[in-house]
């Protein structure tokens, strides 16, 4: 799945001259006239980057990121201006853009900042997918072997475990040996990190 950059310019001659620009280079680009345009565009999961005007009418670039980080839309962003000023490449670099560039904009330093937004985008998105892959795991097991399942990651013995539940270390047993079955992993090791990965924002 190529990934695709979507640029968000209301400019047409300077959208026009970004998305041909990005073609030559290789890239899969898109081009939208305002924050509206892209917003109610059919963006699937295909991964890629926003290139983004601060300053579009309407809806604004630093609004537009905003909205996208509600949406946990994991496509990195590059903010563009012809206007911007230290405040806005401040609040913009705060919220996570990759880089925040001055038109006309040099061609190497918008291709390497392109490079650098994909990159970050597929790590992002690996980190997304394994998290989705543990959270359905997590979702298998019995609230049981959930109680289970939270008391083993704190570091607690099953004596311990079965001492709180009110049951027997045999049943501990039985019920930790499915949440090792169903989380696929081998080792209390391995459980604990798939633990911190699913709850390391909570």
Request: charged share 30%; with cysteine; proline share 3%.
């Amino acid at each position: 799945m190529k990934p695709i950059v979507h640029v968000v310019e209301d400019d047409r001659s300077v959208r026009s001259a970004l998305t041909r620009l990005l073609k030559i280079a290789g890239f899969e680009a898109r081009g939208y006239s305002s924050a509206g345009e892209f917003l109610v565009s059919e963006r699937d999961a295909t991964p890629g980057c926003i290139v983004l005007d601060v300053g579009l009418p309407g809806l604004t670039g630093i609004e537009l990121q905003a909205a996208l980080q509600r949406e946990r839309d994991p496509r990195p962003v590059i903010f563009l201006t012809g206007r911007g000023n230290i405040d806005m490449g401040v609040t913009a670099m705060k919220a996570g853009a990759v880089d925040f560039l001055t038109k006309p904009v040099d061609r190497e330093r918008l291709l390497g900042a392109v490079e650098t937004a994909l990159q970050r985008g597929a790590r992002a998105q690996a980190r997304d997918d394994e998290e989705r892959i543990l959270r359905e795991r997590l979702d298998r097991l019995t609230a049981r072997e959930r109680e289970v399942f939270d008391r083993v990651v704190q570091g607690k013995l099953n004596k311990q475990i079965a001492f709180e539940l009110g049951t027997s270390v045999r049943t501990v047993k039985a019920h930790r040996a499915q949440v090792m079955r169903k989380m696929e992993v081998g080792s209390l090791a391995e459980l604990v990190s798939a633990s911190d990965r699913l709850f390391a924002t909570a």
